[in-house]
């Protein structure tokens, strides 16, 4: 009875942490997915790929707030509590997503147009920035040690199900309830109210989530400061060298393969929504799959293949996507490359988790997450634009197939974690 009990207690700690990851990166996700949009009304009339352009700087600067978010929400997580601080990233990216959905365009107020989107961003991605880390930590502290793959995937599923919401609502307000001209003008605010009130539901399930067994069993007597993540140097950069070129590829297939299929492949907005959207469907469905096969092989079997299949294919995919000339073959092709990067994915979380101690945990996974992110994950729309602002758009996937590389020489070279794990030896219920 008891174990059932725990048990039950351990799926619902598990779904409200997930359930509240989910609305955290649907409000980080509806920018980019309406960008498409409102990028027009922050900024002066020019052409489609300037504004595109601007629109993903502000994307790519809001992800250098993700490092303070790492650190700060991090050292809340190992110092208060995982609970406490999943609870107020939420808020803060709340608040974000009020601000840009009531902002005026440029055309009422100016240079404050895109100033306060800036701002709204920054704010955003001090929360999604937090958010990674505690998550990552809380779901792995919760699993049952046989099963942590499995339910520390649950982290990806929700983290790209934000992404499906968004694009659910955007073929909606596409095909069901709004004019094209509707949109651009004022219908592209609706999903940043809609992200604001689902906050809301995600803060009542976090203030309502147990805490984890690990973080109230850990002794230390300082916990969550940079100086206790720094006498694990070689988890900090294990975290940076595997999470390069799986973060880059993320983002190139995830949030701008939106406008790839438009201004590249030449599909309509409506059929590049409603392509990614069943892609990402697809892609989400994997992730459970290859965790549990983390927990029967390991997590280093996956990592290097992603590391040589994303190698090996990057070119040679997106190339033939660009060339692709209809629907069904651009989706067949995006479906491979998404397969390919779930062996990312689906288990860098438990990895990243797996390998530090409890007290500097949400710290350790976050924050050197963060910086990595930050520098290739946020920038990939901003430079694979602007390689093609230049006329040189190949040049952006063999960017990619470099940072991939770089990662699978450390896939290669770390240990495997599942075996040697610090979670393992903690009493995690």
Request: glycine share 10%; aromatic share 12%; charged share 15%.
């Amino acid at each position: 009875m008891a174990s059932s009990r725990i048990s039950r207690r351990r799926v619902k700690a598990i779904f409200g942490g997930s359930v509240g990851n989910l609305v955290e990166w649907y409000d980080w996700y509806t920018y980019s997915a309406f960008s498409l949009y409102f990028s027009a009304a922050f900024f002066p009339k020019g052409d489609a790929t300037a504004q595109l352009l601007n629109t993903a700087g502000i994307f790519a600067i809001g992800f250098l707030m993700r490092p303070i978010g790492g650190w700060l929400f991090g050292s809340i997580a190992d110092r208060v509590g995982r609970k406490q601080s999943m609870t107020l990233s939420v808020l803060l990216m709340s608040f974000g997503s009020l601000l840009i959905a009531f902002t005026p365009s440029y055309a009422s107020i100016g240079l404050f147009a895109p100033a306060i989107l800036l701002v709204a961003r920054l704010l955003q991605g001090l929360s999604v920035g937090g958010e990674y880390g505690v998550s990552a930590t809380y779901l792995s502290e919760m699993a049952t040690p046989d099963r942590r793959g499995f339910y520390s995937s649950f982290q990806y599923v929700t983290l790209i199900g934000g992404q499906l919401v968004a694009l659910g609502i955007q073929l909606l307000l596409q095909k069901l309830i709004l004019t094209e001209e509707q949109l651009h003008e004022w219908g592209w605010r609706i999903p940043f109210v809609i992200g604001a009130i689902l906050s809301v539901v995600a803060l009542y399930l976090r203030r309502h989530l147990d805490e984890t067994k690990a973080f109230e069993a850990a002794r230390a007597p300082k916990k969550g400061t940079v100086a206790g993540l720094l006498k694990h140097p070689k988890a900090v950069l294990t975290v940076v060298g595997l999470t390069m070129g799986g973060t880059l590829a993320f983002y190139t297939y995830t949030t701008y393969m939106q406008k790839f299929l438009v201004n590249t492949v030449h599909l309509t907005k409506g059929q590049s929504t409603l392509l990614s959207f069943l892609s990402l469907l697809i892609f989400a469905l994997m992730q459970p799959l290859f965790g549990l096969l983390s927990d029967r092989i390991g997590r280093r079997p996956l990592l290097l293949g992603f590391g040589v299949l994303g190698t090996l294919g990057t070119v040679p995919l997106l190339t033939a996507l660009s060339r692709a000339s209809s629907e069904g073959e651009a989706f067949i092709l995006l479906l491979i490359a998404l397969i390919i990067v779930s062996g990312y994915t689906s288990i860098n979380a438990v990895v990243k988790a797996e390998l530090f101690p409890a007290e500097v945990r949400a710290l350790g996974v976050g924050l050197p997450y963060a910086l990595t992110v930050a520098l290739f994950g946020g920038t990939a729309e901003y430079i694979a634009l602007l390689f093609k602002d230049l006329g040189h758009e190949p040049y952006f996937y063999w960017y990619i197939t470099a940072a991939v590389f770089c990662s699978l020489l450390v896939y290669v070279f770390m240990d495997e974690t599942r075996d040697t794990s610090r979670l393992a030896a903690e009493q995690d219920g």
